[in-house]
């Protein structure tokens, strides 16, 4: 059992307000930076920015205290001792106070004249199927953009795949780097409004919810049949907003399929997802990927094929 400390309100506060990217620095954690926030690369879910944070799995945020006590289990005095340190005179330094940012209106960036590259790391990179493609950039949901960095001296190579609502204006953009070594960004572009996440609308009674839209196009290309009558969309995380949209748009929905990825992020987003449907009268159905995600099952199903031709060209 925790020891009883008689914090005063200043220690509170003074805890609540640990710059949480420096402290979770000093704790050896790795972050990557996600516009304007950071993300845990151990849990991609949990945002921080400043003293604050939030987890778009289970749609909880706070300060500091809370999350120590979520993120480390732990109780409330062990979580105030471990931010102020054993003198509890502030171990951490404070984050620096938000300053009000002025909204930006959401803007598509650039289109570039060429799709190569986007069809080259879709197809070859990704093994989308070829038509699936071809459908979504007819239709102006996927296109390449090239931007230049503020200095002038770099291109930046991108895949945008847009959400549009429902008067055909777009409201969304998630760019996906077209680099096929490393770690290439994702992020969804400032000012997105999260109700328009990436969508298709094919207007039947059935809607397949994922987490990214390279996920989307994957489960289109295992299972291409009739694809086109469904309905699908692309949450860009694991945020409910975009499902709830598709409900408003789609009254005609009867069955919803949570495709999200096999993870524990996955699992507790589909959990919750499914109660929020259920709430609605809406049949909730969990179908999960064999691997961590649609695209890894769809680049194991093109492997095994290829191994498979291989022993037909040598035996048969």
């Given at each position: 059992?925790?020891?009883?400390?008689?914090?005063?309100?200043?220690?509170?506060?003074?805890?609540?307000?640990?710059?949480?990217?420096?402290?979770?620095?000093?704790?050896?954690?790795?972050?990557?930076?996600?516009?304007?926030?950071?993300?845990?690369?151990?849990?991609?879910?949990?945002?921080?920015?400043?003293?604050?944070?939030?987890?778009?799995?289970?749609?909880?945020?706070?300060?500091?205290?809370?999350?120590?006590?979520?993120?480390?289990?732990?109780?409330?005095?062990?979580?105030?001792?471990?931010?102020?340190?054993?003198?509890?005179?502030?171990?951490?330094?404070?984050?620096?106070?938000?300053?009000?940012?002025?909204a930006k209106p959401f803007e598509l960036p650039p289109q570039s004249e060429s799709m190569r590259r986007v069809y080259a790391y879709l197809l070859q990179k990704r093994c989308i199927d070829r038509e699936t493609l071809n459908a979504f950039v007819r239709k102006k949901l996927i296109y390449k953009s090239c931007e230049r960095s503020r200095d002038g001296t770099k291109e930046y190579h991108n895949a945008v795949f847009v959400g549009f609502d429902e008067h055909g204006v777009p409201r969304h953009g998630h760019k996906r780097g077209l680099y096929t070594m490393g770690q290439g960004y994702r992020g969804n572009i400032e000012g997105s409004d999260p109700k328009h996440s990436f969508h298709y609308l094919g207007g039947d009674d059935t809607l397949y919810v994922f987490e990214a839209p390279i996920d989307l196009l994957s489960y289109i290309s295992l299972f291409p049949e009739g694809w086109q009558e469904h309905n699908y969309v692309a949450c860009c995380g694991t945020s409910s907003i975009p499902v709830l949209e598709m409900l408003r748009q789609l009254p005609q929905l009867r069955q919803v399929y949570l495709c999200l990825d096999n993870d524990a992020a996955g699992h507790a987003a589909s959990e919750r997802m499914a109660k929020l449907l259920e709430e609605r009268g809406i049949s909730a159905e969990q179908l999960v990927p064999q691997q961590k995600d649609w695209n890894d099952d769809l680049k194991a199903e093109q492997e095994n094929k290829m191994e498979r031709s291989a022993l037909c060209q040598t035996f048969c």
């Open positions: 059992m925790s020891k009883y400390i008689p914090f005063t309100t200043e220690q509170k506060e003074r805890a609540a307000s640990v710059d949480l990217e420096e402290f979770l620095r000093r704790r050896g954690e790795k972050l990557i930076t996600s516009g304007r926030d950071k993300r845990l690369a151990s849990d991609h879910s949990i945002t921080i920015r400043g003293c604050e944070w939030f987890d778009h799995a289970t749609e909880q945020g706070g300060r500091a205290i809370s999350f120590v006590k979520q993120f480390y289990g732990l109780s409330y005095p062990d979580a105030m001792s471990l931010l102020l340190g054993d003198d509890l005179g502030g171990r951490y330094p404070v984050a620096k106070e938000k300053e009000p940012e002025p």
